[in-house]
């Protein structure tokens, strides 16, 4: 199986600061790769796909960028409504395993 | 606007089984594959396995062979999972999701993640 690893495993950070997640593919999965925000008590949802590509309805501070093992999520300009936990996900071969989560957390 | 409801929340005694369903309501269910996901309390997300109805494919995390079964009917847009042998660490809530796919002929591949959610059910597996 290929292993997904986040970091950090958790962040503090103030309203309009900037944030940079990483994921690391423990093989390459091409652009395969999907970020998830999840609020406490609901389903995730889904930010980006292949890597880069921003999903309907998503604001356009978050970005996607990688390809191969290494990925980053950044938000440009932290919102109250971001503070949440994000997760990866490769969806280049079964199983789609996902990374641990990033809990974002106002400092 | 397309929507994946769950059935409801399950109560079950180690030992046993449970069946999960995810109904599919105002959009196409043969273009897309449907995940299970699980997250136990207070920890990450977990993939299961899926299943491709229009093609029947199913795959499963190897940890669930033998324990997992995920179904569909396509007459009424609904996919199921049944996990046997429930343990307590099988408490968990369950999602099922969609994402769409892209038949290449002699493969598939899935590239536009997990689109849309199931509201998820909880099971809890408890002597």
């Known amino acids: 199986d290929i292993q997904m690893t986040q970091s950090p495993s958790s962040l503090s950070a103030s309203v309009g600061d900037r944030v940079t997640i990483t994921c690391r593919a423990s093989q390459t999965i091409s652009n395969y790769l999907n970020w998830y925000q999840q609020k406490p008590g609901k389903a995730p949802n889904l930010l980006m796909y292949?890597?880069?590509s921003l999903q309907s309805g998503v604001p356009s501070r978050f970005s996607g960028s990688g390809s191969g093992t290494d990925f980053t999520l950044t938000i440009s300009s932290l919102q109250p409504e971001d503070f949440a936990t994000y997760f990866c996900q490769q969806s280049y071969t079964t199983p789609h395993t996902f990374g641990q989560g990033t809990k974002l957390e106002i400092k | 606007q397309v929507q994946l409801v769950q059935s409801g929340a399950e109560v079950k005694k180690p030992g046993s089984s449970v069946k999960v369903s995810c109904t599919a309501s105002g959009g196409t269910f043969s273009r897309y594959s449907f995940s299970w996901v699980r997250q136990a309390p207070g920890q990450g997300l977990e993939w299961v396995g899926r299943?491709?109805?229009?093609?029947?494919?199913?795959n499963y995390a190897q940890k669930f062979q033998g324990r997992v079964t995920i179904t569909a009917d396509k007459s009424t847009s609904t996919a199921f999972m049944e996990l046997s042998s429930l343990r307590s660490e099988d408490t968990a809530v369950y999602y099922c999701a969609r994402e769409m796919f892209v038949d290449h002929g002699t493969y598939y591949t899935f590239y536009y993640g997990l689109d849309v959610w199931g509201q998820g059910t909880t099971v809890t597996v408890s002597s």
């Open positions: 292949g890597a880069s």
């Open positions: 299943i491709i109805p229009v093609l029947n494919i199913t």
